[in-house]
């Protein structure tokens, strides 16, 4: 892991823009056909798509609540809008609380098998978690945070090709 990069001013970065859980899935498996994935932020690919898988199956196995009731219904009511359905923006700093939900180091092939397998869970699972900020969302607005979730992750991951 590289430590210290501003996430907020990294350049080279891929736009995307995911409309569905297959579309996240197909950029993956996109960067998989790459001869490797360089990553640009602070986190290995294969840290990305961890944290992206351990988010995954957190809204259908739940995760603990990072904060009290009333800041999550002020986060329902001021912005779940807004990270439903508006790019996310870098440079966010997990809570302690949060720790959980940070990688450890693996491969990119690790990396990639778990979220192969996160993928086909929400895909096969109906159930769904509260968020632990936002509280209670459907699946429908659960699969639209993944895809803003992963737009920006995968968004630091470039595939190289030659």
């Known amino acids: 892991m590289i430590a210290g990069i501003d996430t907020k001013t ?16 197909a950029d993956v498996e996109r960067l998989a056909q790459s001869k490797e994935v360089r990553a640009l932020g602070n986190w290995s690919s294969g840290q990305v798509l961890r944290h992206l ?16 009731r009333i800041m ?4 329902r009511l001021l912005a779940k809008n807004r990270f439903l359905n508006k790019p996310m ?20 092939q690790e990396g990639l098998d778990e979220f ?3 993928v086909g869970r929400l895909k096969s ?15 429908d607005e659960w699969d639209r ?15 190289v090709e030659a």
């Open 72 to 75: 999550q219904m002020m986060i």
């Open 125 to 139: 699972e109906s159930a769904r978690m509260p968020h632990p900020a936002i509280g209670p969302l459907t699946r």
């Open 53 to 68: 898988t351990i988010v995954m199956n957190g809204s259908i196995d739940g995760t603990p609540k990072m904060m009290p």
């Open 116 to 118: 192969r397998r996160a």
């Open 10 to 25: 990294v350049t080279g970065r891929r736009q995307l823009q995911f409309t569905c859980i297959d579309d996240m899935l």
């Open 89 to 108: 923006a870098p440079g966010f700093k997990l809570p302690p609380k949060a720790a959980m939900l940070i990688p450890q180091e693996t491969s990119w």
């Open 145 to 159: 945070l993944h895809c803003r979730h992963a737009e920006l992750h995968l968004s630091f991951l470039v595939p």
